[in-house]
Structures are given as C-alpha cells and as structure tokens.
C-alpha cells in the first residue's frame, strides 16, 4: 500500500511540477522514479517484507530530504513527519528509533545550511515549534507502535490459543468420527450420504466414494416404506435412539441393526443434515436365541425327568397286561388291544426322546469313524428306500475322519436327519450324502433331498420343542439332534425352498485321520 502510495505521490508531484507553476517549485529527481520502480520489481520477487519496509521508509526519507535541499522551504520540513508514521504504522520499533535521531539531524542539518533563507518566510522561534512538533509526533509514534505492537502481540496469543483450542476439539471429533466401532454416517436433507466413517464401510460394504453425494440403499425393500416415514419424522424434528431393525449390506445380505437417527441443527436452530448411527447386533441377537433354546432345553429337561419318572413305570404294568392279552388269540379285543400295544410303544418313544433331552452333557468321550456311521444308518434304511424307489447318492470327499464324542448320539443324529428325509421325498425321489473338510478344523456331512422342501416360518421353528408337520411325529427330533450336536462342539444347518428341497449340514470337528481306534 506505501509503495503504491510512494509512487502515486510521484506522479502527482511531477504533475504539478509541469502544469501548476507556483513560487517554490521541486524538481522530481529520475533517481526517485527509479527506486519506486525497483521497489514494485522487490514485491514481486516477494523478498523480505523487513527489508523491504527499511527501504521505502530510507526512500521516503530521502526523497523528502531532497526536496528541502531543492527548494528549502520551511514548511517542506514538516514533511519528515510522513516516514515516521509509515514505521509506526508499520509497528517497527527498530526502524523508529532509527529513523527519529536521523530525522532530527537531518532538520539540525537543514536548519544551520539554510537558516537565511528559512528567517524570510519564518520567525526564528517558529523554527525551534516546528523543530519540537516533528520530536512530539515521531515519540507519539513510536509509544504508538509499542502499544499497538503489545495490542497485536496478545491478540496473536489469544488467536493462537483459540486456534489450538479449535483444532484440538475438532481433532477429537475427526478422531472420534474416524475410530469409533459403530457405523456413523451423515446426510443431507435430501437422504444423500455427506460423510461416512471406515466403521459404516465395513459394517455395510460400501466405501467411501461410492457413498458421498449418492442415495445408497441401505434397508430391505421390504422395509423402505417404514424407513421412508421414520425420514419424514427426523424431518420433523424427532429422532430414534436404539431402535432395533434389520438393514441391508452392499451384497444384498442383512443383518441386525440397532440405530440412533437423530436430526443435527447449526447455531441458528436450522436442521441442516441427519446423523445415522449403526450398531451390529447380528452377535447379540444370536445369543439371545441361544439363550432361549437352552431355557427351552432346561424346561424339557425337567419336564422329561418328571415323565419319565411318573409315567413309565405304570406303562409298564400297562404294557405287560396288554402283551398278555394278545398272546390270547381267542379273546374278542384282540384288535383294540393291538391298537393300545402300538400307541404304547409311541408313548414310550417319547418318553425315550424326553429322556435323551434331560441327560448331561457327554459324559463318556470316545474317538470313532464319523464315516462308519453315518455307513450304518444308510445300512440300516436302505431296505427302505430300496421299497420306496429312492435313489442315495454318497460322495466321500472326507474319508476316515475321525470324531471324539459319544457315538451312540452322534448315530441318533442321522437317524433322525434321513428318517425326516425319508419320509419327506415321494417315490422315486433322490437322497445324497456327501462328506467336506470345512475351515477350522470341521468336517461337513451334506444331507440333500429333493423333496417338497420347507417354507421360511416351518424352518424357524424347525428346533422349537414339540413342533412338527408330520400326524405322527413328536415334536422333539430336531430339539434333540441340535442339542446333540451343539454338546459336541458343532453347528447344524437347514437350508430348504418350498419345491426345491432341503440341505442339512452337520459341522463337527475333527480331530485327525483315522489309523486305529481306541477309547480315552
């Protein structure tokens, strides 16, 4: 700005030099056009601003100097005001007190080389004013540029304070916003992603570039009319705190989400984008089926320890008196004593399955061939389905494997897996068995049939105790082989499509290859 200043100055002064002719003319010397211009070539090449500042103060001094020796008139001296409050302005100290003792020699100077010329247009005393006007402003200048220089030195400081104060709160919001475990994600009011976290990323799939300034789908579409409304109300002004849903992934799979919708105001109170944080609580929920089904267990469990106890014992006086009467082939009842025999065996089925569910944990462990049973129980039905036109298929892919834990269940297990399949295919069905070492050191037995299959709500209750699509069955087959399995360490699966069939995987671990069997 004193540059520009400086060399506006110069070509007013050498206008009036040229055009308005007055008694005390100055002469506009070249060398002061030179340094203006060699001051704009020094900004541009943006060298020190210090040194920069020292010489257009040296040059304003100077140029003022050689307008007094030019033409010494008295009132040019006050002109030495001008580069003092350049460097006060400037907040220079150095260059004032520099500049101060140089400007008083300089009017000492001029005032001894000129004093005659000076005593015509002045009174010797005004001489001395003008003299203690320079000294009075250019020390107010100087206090000026301490006290302004102090000013701007604590509002640095504070500035400084406030941006670290800033920059710390909003570092601990970027690092919260960067590190926390749960899906955060925000949006604009038109639904459109604005900022994502790596959690939201992994937690649905989608990355960062795919999600900014696009609309992603993120719930099932089964659930995009109840998502739509909970929209318009956030709209509103309201928000959800752990609500419980299922969203949806990137692949198309879903999962259990617990959300937090909330709207987010600026300072003026205006709702400017929406907050959705997001929980997996596939784990949780999981747990709590988990804990269900045992409560379920325990319940059966005492119940068979009561059954058993108070029922069979009478069955088997029951049971005995009938067996006799039908060794009778003369007595009229023969066909209703027949009937009761068969339903007391049925009763006695169940009471044998309510025991296996009030049994402990597997106490007897001993190593076997998983493949040498699972060969016993195709044994065993393939009368069966030999007579029904069902064709087995079997595809060892797992052979000689061998599996610690009681044997006699694990066989219980498959006995009830092909007995369900059995029954379920119609003739000339088809039946395959295959065997796969699975990750973790699980083997995989694979029972697939191509029978009329399950609908999702029969799948869902598939291990519910007492729950059973057949006239004739208990209820309790499937309760017992998922505890089976889950009390040896492993998973059971059922995958089925109405009309496409049923797959039951069986996960088991394993221990090694078998070479010789032995009990531990």
């Known amino acids: 700005m004193f540059i520009q200043l400086f060399a506006i100055g110069l070509l007013f002064h050498t ?32 060298i020190n601003s210090q040194l920069l500042q020292i010489l257009l103060i040296a040059g304003l001094n100077g140029y003022i100097l050689y ?51 000076f005593k015509k247009t002045i009174e010797f005393v005004d001489l001395y004013v003008v003299l203690l006007i320079v000294i009075l402003i250019s020390v107010t200048a100087i206090f000026h540029s301490l006290l302004v220089r102090k000013t701007w030195s604590n509002l640095e400081e504070q500035q400084i304070s406030l941006e670290r104060a800033l920059d710390s709160k909003e570092g601990y919001l970027h690092m919260f916003f960067e590190n926390a475990k749960d899906g955060i994600a925000v949006f604009d009011l038109d639904a459109r992603i604005i900022e994502v976290n790596p959690a939201f990323e992994l937690l649905y799939g989608w990355s960062r570039e795919e999600c900014i300034g696009n609309r992603v789908p993120l719930v099932p579409p089964e659930n995009s009319e109840a998502a739509k409304d909970r929209m318009k109300k956030i709209l ?29 105001f600026n300072k003026c109170g205006d ?19 988990l804990i269900i089904q045992a409560e379920k267990l325990k319940l059966a469990g005492e119940i068979a320890a ?13 049971s005995g008196f009938i067996q006799m009467m039908n060794e009778d082939n003369n007595h009229p009842y023969q066909s209703y004593t027949k009937l009761i025999e068969s339903e007391l065996e049925r009763i006695n089925l169940i009471i044998s399955e309510f025991l296996i569910l009030a049994k402990p944990h597997v106490t007897t462990i001993k190593e076997f061939d998983l493949e040498k049973i699972i060969q016993d129980v195709v044994l065993l039905y393939t009368p069966e389905l030999n007579m029904r036109g069902i064709l087995l ?32 295919l119609e003739k000339e069905g088809s039946l395959h068995i295959s065997s796969k070492l699975e990750n973790d050191g699980f083997i995989g037995i694979h029972i697939r049939d191509n029978g009329p299959g399950m609908t999702k709500e029969v799948q869902k209750q598939i291990f519910e105790p007492f729950f059973t699509t057949k006239t004739t069955g208990t ?27 049923t797959l039951v995987s069986i996960l088991l671990p394993y221990k090694s290859p078998k070479k010789s069997a032995s009990s531990i």
């Open 306 to 318: 009561g059954v058993a106890h108070e029922i069979r014992n009478p069955m088997t006086v029951i």
């Open 271 to 289: 709702m400017v984008a929406m907050s959705v944080i997001t929980r997996d609580i596939s784990y949780r929920k999981e747990a709590e089926k």
């Open 393 to 424: 298929t079997e595809s060892w892919n797992a052979s000689n494997v061998v599996v610690a834990g009681e044997q006699n269940q694990i066989k219980q297990v498959f006995i009830n897996i092909v007995k369900n399949a059995v029954e379920a």
């Open 15 to 46: 206008l009036l030099s040229l055009f308005i002719p007055y008694e005390h003319a100055t002469s506009v010397p070249i060398i002061a056009i030179l340094f203006c211009i060699s001051l704009f070539i020094l900004l541009k090449l943006k």
């Open 236 to 264: 509103s002004g309201e928000s959800f705190y752990s609500f419980e849903t299922k969203d949806m992934k990137k692949d198309g799979t879903f999962f259990d989400a617990q959300l937090t919708l909330s709207p987010i």
């Open 475 to 501: 209820g309790l087959g499937m309760m017992i082989s998922q505890k089976i399995i889950q009390e040896h360490g492993g998973k059971i699966m059922i995958n089925s499509r109405l009309n496409n069939g």
């Open 67 to 117: 307008i007094i020796i030019d033409t010494p008139y008295y009132i040019h001296i006050m002109l030495f005001v001008f580069p003092l409050i350049v460097a006060s302005l400037y907040h220079s100290i150095t260059a004032s007190l520099i500049l101060l003792p140089i400007t008083i020699m300089e009017i000492l100077f001029l005032f001894f080389t000129y004093f005659d010329q």
